[in-house]
């Protein structure tokens, strides 16, 4: 499929093959899913804990480019998007799902004050 995009000005365009995304296998067992859950945290966890292995407090506040965001504001950032996904599944089993994606967890301000909180 050839897929068309602007750059700045410039249009561009790419080839993409598109295949299907493989369907992971959730068990229909709380316990056997809460441990399935866990496991698969301690993944991201660990990975995470690596990427960030050695790094000073200096460093986690650079800046690489005025638009990029500084370690910190990555990290910042995990943690405002974990404690919505923990508030939207408490709201949903609660029976008070939400109508729409009413998130902004990406704000910048919202990020800044994670950080200066933390």
């Not at 700045?8 to 441990?35: N, V």
């Amino acid at each position: 499929m050839e897929v068309v995009f602007f750059r700045g000005p410039d249009k561009k365009s790419l080839t993409m093959e598109l295949t299907k995304r493989p369907f992971p296998q959730i068990p229909w067992e709380p316990s056997e899913l809460a441990m399935t859950v866990r496991a698969r945290y301690n993944e991201g966890l660990a990975a995470l804990e690596e990427v960030f292995l050695g790094v000073r407090e200096a460093e986690s506040s650079w800046r690489s480019a005025p638009k990029q965001w500084k370690a910190k504001e990555v990290l910042a950032h995990l943690i405002r998007t974990e404690r919505h996904w923990l508030e939207d599944m408490d709201d949903s089993i609660g029976g008070f799902p939400h109508p729409s994606d009413d998130w902004a967890g990406n704000c910048t301000l919202n990020v800044r004050a994670t950080v200066a909180a933390y």
